[in-house]
């Protein structure tokens, strides 16, 4: 199939070698000329902007937009809106607040256009591991597309059958799923991540805890001096906090135990946050996705005023100097 | 190598097996004989008592204590530390406190009997699966015994290997680890399970966003009826929260999307409560292990006496009636 | 002064009392004629409309608003914004969310209306103790309209005067506060409520535990039979905890130490969840007061879907039935 | 009545200071000579020792231990129950673990001495406000030296008396309380400090968030620039959150709004860990207190091993780099 990719990012770029490694037509453009052209070299059609990839494409035409969730992502879906014909579709891949494409996609539907959000999982291995692709909008337009979301997708590979789905007809086991009308893409994205986020930081707290075993606080008797890469790797191995993000950090821990390379400041994308959101506003108690949250807000300060607020308490209080080392 | 096993409930048991079919020739011995009789037709020496199961054994023997944490362990212990000899091993694999690991091993030490903590994770599924083994103690008896445990954990599989560990030599990729002094295994399993306490409490949470993305407090244009079976299947593919947890996840949800088997009310073992101590002795911040074990306590509760205190508060400064309905 | 009440609800009524206990005249309406009468028999001028109510008045006009935030208080101000005349001015002293006052107070100065948000503070006991003050918008209606705020705020009163204040000059001794442009004042009080959650949480948790010292679960000889009743009260005199919650407290515990009236399920208000959600706009961390929401969400469930998920995959990796039993 | 007193630091020597204004016959010891001296001034007797300060009390003699909780504690009172006769009184009124007191008091039951633990609470305000005293031990004993405790707590004073205690009998009122046997002084102190974490941290977050309504990271008519000093002194007028920690928030704004005498490093002493592990072995959810400790511990460290792995995780799987700046 043919396919239009505006935004050759990591993400973009990789999406468009993977299309074309299975087979399909991609025009492409970017704001940078240099990846259009590293992507022409690849087979892939570089456009010099929008108008000329529309013109580039066959009706019913399919534009799949990569860009930064916001400004940039809207900005293009607009000049995209006044290019294309009634019949095309829009999809847009990134990391879009959910309630902006239900807004969006009213607005495309009133100009004969489809629109589809797809949430994008795979980060830098996508390119051989394949996308994870979670889909909103109309079923029509995915069905149509649905050639494209297979070739991104990890597709079924050696990964066991699940149990009691032996029924079902689903495109779940190949790794992209229809999961309602638009903005169910990116919701479903968005709690992925969300629960990406308290996973990090359960482990995070875990090894956190291995590695201050052997804290001077401790009594001698009582401290272990413990080997976080052995562990993390013997834990790949039939424990059940097997998982991808444990071999992450298994070979992170390999490379440094200290993992001297990084100072400790996190920072968050809008899914962890619009997360706890959506957590409010249907009254759900989310503890572990909330703190993984502060946890890196906090990450990024010195000290929180909050933290001033304290010491100044205790002064008043008790007259409580505050702690003049560390840890 | 021979072996003796005490406790034959399910994980003894399966450890037996798994044991004998690597060619382990094993004497065994529970309070309730129907399991050492079944294991008895599968090639197993059944033992009446602990002294039988000792006589049955050349020294250097090796007995592996397979019983609940607390009094049953400590019993079966004592006893063992009279019947044995000088030389001999007594091996913990149940969940046993870590500081207790150290407070027996220096007791058994002075009798000149060696003791191995053994934190064994695989539960259901070791048998087929293999056991990741987490071991603390004398390394001369550990490396005595490391064809046990060589056969009991996974070997290296087909997982595939971790980065950076091309010039290191560990049995870790074999999913068992010699992690330190007596103590040391049983803390680093408890630190497992405080992390799958984590991971499980975030994946929970986020299955509950999703399920309530179509409650009736939403606007109706913002609601979505959401497949949660479909969902944890899409994520098995190329998604950065594949793990385990979400395979069963995604089976529980195949089998039955309401989980209406379930009521909600979970329990909790030693292993999350001490994790929490671990990290205050520390003082190390652990948000995410701590509220997922305060999940479980509230689980297991019609109210709690802080939500009436609430309650009161409120009636007192506000005349607020208490909320009538649920949700 | 004058001054027009539109809600005579709890808040509303009481404010309209205290205000003519002051000297000032009030013109006051509510949907339902009952409130009105009685407030007619004490001196206020009933009327039967918003446009009686505006008539009722001289201008420059001041018209306070006290009804539920949301629809009610936006349909009463808009219908008011069609009524009065340039130099009026507006109060909506009731919960509003802060980003609503900056929308609408726009929308009223384009018709040379002033618009003032107040955050209200003192719920039932406000009558008798007055009112803690928090007000948003233009300085000069603030300025003109003191009096009212004024006779409505507590004052001095026998509390202590703060140390370093010597030299300030602002009414927040009087306990009225102006604190900045339209929102601000809603904003403040979101905060105190927000507050008002966290030490809620804190003394509910603190009591809750105290409570369960008694615990069958725990051992014989470390159990204690308290008395809560006494506790909260000996903590009124010179503890660190002093504070009106822990009066109110004191009261509910001395009434019923079983609390036996309440059920547990506690509502909450737009307040807190704007707090979090303010909290996370700025990437502030706000551990507590997120806590203290949730246990208010979970508080109105029997269950939580997320439990079910937990119970389901503990039968997934160790077959472990749920508790049975609570507790 | 007669009181020894080891231990001259200030919370001992301010009690001996009330004591004698009380008009009671105190005998001090410290290891320290400078502050027995000062005392000696205003009328107490300076003793060289323990020994020379039983000697100084005549049978049956109290003797109040007012020294860090532990090692120094727990040495002072071996030495005193070498010393003392059957039917003498220790009181030890620091920080002492409760389980410690019902460990130590049946110690010296055996040697005919009773015990009693003291929570003690008023900080460098009590010598004039007067202590509240929260006391575990023999009612008799308690009974005894009632005088000592009347002296030292606040009394009635001009607080309010709450309403249904009409009918009660207690100390309460007068600010100290006998709450149980032995480990019941101590643990409602305990818990005590574990709610006072709890309010500071939800004054501290609150604060932090009015603070931060003004960054630059929120759009420009959203943001505030509040007056925290005129803030938490309008709160004292009748609002909810009124309370004796206000007050001194309110001082400490007023004197730098900015609290930059503080870097924001807190210490946190045993009460908090302690009350978490209550709430563990009993299984009560303790959000608010637990992460009012958590915040303490994050706060002395300029980052945890935590995030670095969270960092080291979002290399891995997004290739993201680490943010460079704050905030």
Redesign the interface.
Known sequence: MQLGMVGLG?MGANIVRRLMRAGHDCAVHDANPAPGQALAAEGARDCSGLKALVEALAAPRAVWVMLPAGAATEGAIAELAGLLSPGDTIIDGGNTFW?DD?RRAASLREKGLTYLDVGT??????LE??????IGGDITAFQRLEPIFAAL???R?D??E????ED?V????????H???N??GH??KM???????????????????????N?G??PA??R????L???S???????????????????????DGD?G????????SGEG?W??????????????????????????????????????????????Q???T??
């Open positions: 990591r309630k239900i999982s795979g980060g830098v291995w996508g591991r394949g996308y994870c692709l979670m997708a990890p597709g590979g990964i066991p699940t149990r009691h789905r079902r689903s495109t779940a086991e190949q790794g992209y799923l999961c309602g009308p903005g169910a919701y479903v709690i992925h991540n969300g629960i990406e986020y308290g996973m990090m930081q359960a482990f995070a707290e875990g090894f956190d805890i291995l590695r201050n075993a804290s606080r401790l008797e009582q272990f001096d413990l080997d890469a052995d562990i790797e013997v834990w790949r191995r039939g424990s059940v906090v097997t998982s991808w993000l444990l071999d992450l950090t298994a070979e992170a821990l390999a490379e993992l390379e990084f100072t400790g400041r996190v920072d968050d946050r997360t706890v959101e959506a957590a409010i506003e249907q009254a759900t108690p989310a503890e572990v996705l909330t703190s993984a949250l502060y946890t890196r807000f906090r990450s990024r300060q010195d000290h929180t005023f909050a933290e001033k607020i304290l010491s100044a308490m205790r002064k008043g209080f008790g007259g409580h505050e702690a003049k560390k840890g």
